[in-house]
């Protein structure tokens, strides 16, 4: 199964994260935004889609920059995940956890300490040594 997600930067050092709500699998771990892909959408419009719904952000699909993926190993749920990440600069406009638990705005230092899905620990890890560069 596909799943999207979003890095978004703030420009000024700092990365937006997602606490889920706990009634969800993966309840009350800290990820990158974003859900799965429906059929009949490709990754980017899934991503618009999730961000909307999920923040009441509009994304502009040109500024997305696919970033990295990763997966999860066969036979560990019955449908293994795929997450792929992708960056974009945040416009400064409104956001808010619309679908429930909460937001906030770290650092990569910050990320990294955050208790996260297996796939958000690798893919931050990736996502920091590529945006240190
Ligand atoms: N959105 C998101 N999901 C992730 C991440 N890492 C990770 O393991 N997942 C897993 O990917 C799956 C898809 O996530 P989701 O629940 O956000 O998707 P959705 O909103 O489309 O689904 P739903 O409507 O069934 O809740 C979940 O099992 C979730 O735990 C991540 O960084 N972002």
Redesign the pocket.
């Known amino acids: 199964m596909c799943?999207v997600?979003l890095a978004l930067h703030d420009g000024k050092g700092r990365w937006l994260m997602h606490r889920r709500p706990e009634e969800?699998?993966?309840g009350g771990l800290w990820?990158?935004?974003?859900?799965?892909v429906e059929s009949r959408e490709n990754p980017a419009q899934a991503l618009v889609r999730?961000i909307s719904e999920e923040l009441g952000l509009t994304l502009d699909p040109r500024k997305l920059e696919p970033c990295r993926f990763a997966q999860e190993e066969p036979g560990e749920r019955e449908s293994p995940?795929v997450?792929l990440l992708y960056t974009c600069s945040w416009d400064g406009s409104a956001l808010a956890a619309l679908e429930g638990g909460e937001i906030g705005w770290f650092t990569p230092s910050a990320v990294l300490e955050l208790d996260m899905?297996p796939?958000?620990i690798a893919l931050a890890a990736g996502l920091f040594e590529k945006a240190s560069d």
């Open positions: 799943v997600a969800k699998h993966h990820e990158f935004p974003g859900g799965k999730e995940i997450i899905p796939l958000d």
